[in-house]
């Protein structure tokens, strides 16, 4: 089997392997051109015109904030960095949806129980500061990961709609607020 | 106070000291692991599984000491290490499992929705399946793991299962490598097996099912990959699903050489 006639077949299996279920539909299973790209093991390296596509196909899905204003409250970002549910089929819709930036991150000194799937994002805001230009990348950032690295293991919070503008904003106050946490 | 009762007060102490304290927590953790091995609970599913093994059951009044997995009728002593394989008589790749369920289907006269009807256990609900997955895994114990890819089927198996296993979609756009293709990485602080590395992959294999101590449940593998998949924010997973069967290939195969020693006991 060719690894295309592989890709091909797998996808078959795939459809009839899964039951629908709560919010978990079978259309979870359609690809969209960035995920198709990015089904590869971490040790085959795209051709840089195609991670340069990738990105900027991603750059140009990112919704700035309707008011302008990119930071909200620290506090309210915390518990989003917290809370780790959201999306499942074990989960109830009608509730918001964490970020669970903690799973992959480091970002307070106090929170001590965090995962090392991304780098440390203590003291993101005292080390870059707070300037347009980096409100605006971390903005982007949170709403579509791969806007700035193809095919990065961070979800596209903003794009895939995991997350609301309001509370993107309330993270990216948890990352650059001088008085968050994340900046002590 | 027994074991179980140690464990989970260390759990609770570590969920309530949080901040500095939860590392050393989760060294406490491993050494009351380590000290109920010699005691695992799963031994319950175990004789369980044993008893309805031998028990005469379904429409047919017949037991399933005649079921085929793989090293001929009746014969459960290491035939775990060499699963999932391809079966002549069914012409398919299966997983203990699916095949349990053929020999419920031809052997016990059970129809195939009623063999299926409860693959994982809750509570005073228990599943049959982890029991009898329990038995048979742990008359593996001590085997090396020798998964075979030379039937066509079995190369294809692995190779839709290793497609799988990159492919990521979902509204998080997961696969399992985000969670398990990188060496000494955690989600909080879990430790996840990088699979595509041979001494993890063999860990993780090697291990399953377990006991799992947060749950008071014995867990299949097939119970593993359908949490991972929740977790993954893929829809449900269908127990025995040729997907299912494909994935558990790719991971049964990674695993090669590694010494079965399952039921195990987790967090």
Not at chain 2, 168 to 197: M, V, W, Y
Request: hydrophobic share 35%; with cysteine; proline share 5%.
């Amino acid at each position: 089997m060719s690894d295309e006639e592989a890709s091909a077949r797998a996808l078959t299996v795939m459809k009839a392997s899964f039951n629908e279920r709560g919010q978990a539909k079978l259309d979870r299973l359609d690809q969209d051109e960035t995920q198709r790209l990015c089904s590869i093991p971490p040790s085959v390296k795209l051709p840089k015109e195609v991670t340069d596509r990738i990105e900027k196909l991603n750059l140009e899905l990112v919704k700035y904030p309707t008011d302008g204003r990119m930071l909200g409250d620290w506090r309210e970002g915390e518990k989003i960095a917290q809370r780790g549910v959201g999306m499942q089929f074990s989960d109830n819709p009608k509730n918001p949806a964490g970020g669970n930036c903690y799973a992959c991150h480091q970002m307070t000194k106090e929170e001590i129980s965090f995962g090392t799937i991304g780098p440390s994002l203590y003291n993101f805001g005292k080390l870059r500061g707070n300037s347009e230009a980096i409100q605006r990348y971390t903005w982007g950032k949170v709403w579509n990961a791969q806007a700035y690295s193809a095919c990065s293991n961070m979800p596209r919070f903003g794009h895939k709609g995991i997350l609301t503008e309001k509370q993107i904003k309330d993270v990216v106050a948890l990352l650059l607020d001088p008085s968050s946490p994340v900046n002590k | 106070m027994n074991a179980l009762q140690r464990m989970a007060g260390a759990l609770a102490l570590a969920a309530l000291a949080g901040g500095v304290y939860a590392q050393s927590a989760v060294d406490e953790i491993a050494k009351y692991r380590q000290q109920l091995q010699d005691g695992n609970p799963a031994e319950l599913w175990e004789a369980r599984g044993e008893d309805l093994w031998k028990q005469k059951r379904g429409p047919k009044n017949a037991s399933l000491e005649a079921c085929d997995l793989g090293k001929g009728p009746g014969v459960v002593k290491g035939a775990y290490a060499l699963m999932p394989r391809y079966f002549a008589d069914a012409d398919r790749v299966m997983d203990l499992e699916t095949r349990l369920v053929h020999c419920m289907v031809t052997l016990q006269g059970f129809s195939q929705a009623d063999a299926v009807k409860q693959p994982f256990g809750s509570g005073s609900r228990r599943s049959n399946f982890e029991a009898l997955a329990a038995w048979v895994t742990s008359e593996s114990k001590g085997s090396p793991m020798n998964v075979s890819l030379s039937h066509p089927k079995m190369k294809e198996s692995y190779q839709i299962g290793e497609k799988m296993f990159f492919f990521r979609g979902g509204p998080h756009d997961f696969a399992c490598a985000t969670c398990h293709s990188e060496s000494g990485k955690r989600i909080r602080l879990q430790d996840l097996p990088n699979l595509t590395e041979k001494a993890d992959a063999q860990r993780g294999y090697t291990t399953w099912p377990a006991y799992r101590v947060s749950q008071g449940e014995l867990r299949s593998f097939q119970w593993r990959l359908y949490d991972c998949f929740r977790q993954q924010r893929f829809p449900e997973l269908k127990f025995t699903s040729e997907g299912s069967i494909a994935l558990t290939t790719f991971l049964a195969r990674n695993a090669a050489g590694g010494t079965f020693n399952a039921p195990a006991i987790k967090r």
